[in-house]
């Protein structure tokens, strides 16, 4: 529905029976700096690629430090590369261990793709001269 407007002359203004009044403004919504770091958290924990986990962290301090806990890197290492959860009474990993961990697989995928766009040893190992295919998770 389109809002109709009345214009009337400041000498009138005494005859209307109610002066209008001024909408009042919504309030703002929260900036990333005021929402709680458990909800940034949690954003992070559902991200599906790094490449999103690192565009968050690139949005604030306080977004690039929960970006990094190792919590998130540790569900994307479960995610894409399949690591199994550690075995009961185990010690817990050193902090940046889940971050050092997703780099090496990541690492280690990029250069078994690379080796096997050509001949190799690897070709040699799984056998045949052809692509070798890796089904992700």
């Known amino acids: 529905m389109r809002e109709r407007a009345l214009i009337v002359h400041p000498r009138f203004r005494h005859t209307l029976a109610d002066p209008p009044v001024a909408p009042a403004d ?20 559902h991200l599906e690629q ?13 977004a690039r430090s929960l970006c990094g806990s190792d919590a998130v890197w540790k569900s994307l290492c479960k995610r894409r590369y399949g690591v199994p959860e550690a075995p009961a009474g185990t010690a817990l990993p050193p902090p940046g261990f889940w971050l050092s961990l997703f780099k090496y697989n990541h690492s280690l995928f990029l250069d078994t793709v690379r080796c096997s766009s050509r001949p190799s040893h690897l070709a040699r190992m799984f056998g045949g001269g052809g692509p070798l295919v890796i089904q992700l998770n």
């Open 26 to 45: 919504p309030p703002a919504p929260p900036t990333w700096a005021e929402l709680p770091g458990e909800v940034v958290e949690l954003i992070a924990l």
């Open 50 to 62: 790094p490449q999103d986990v690192l565009a968050l962290a690139a949005v604030c301090r306080d």
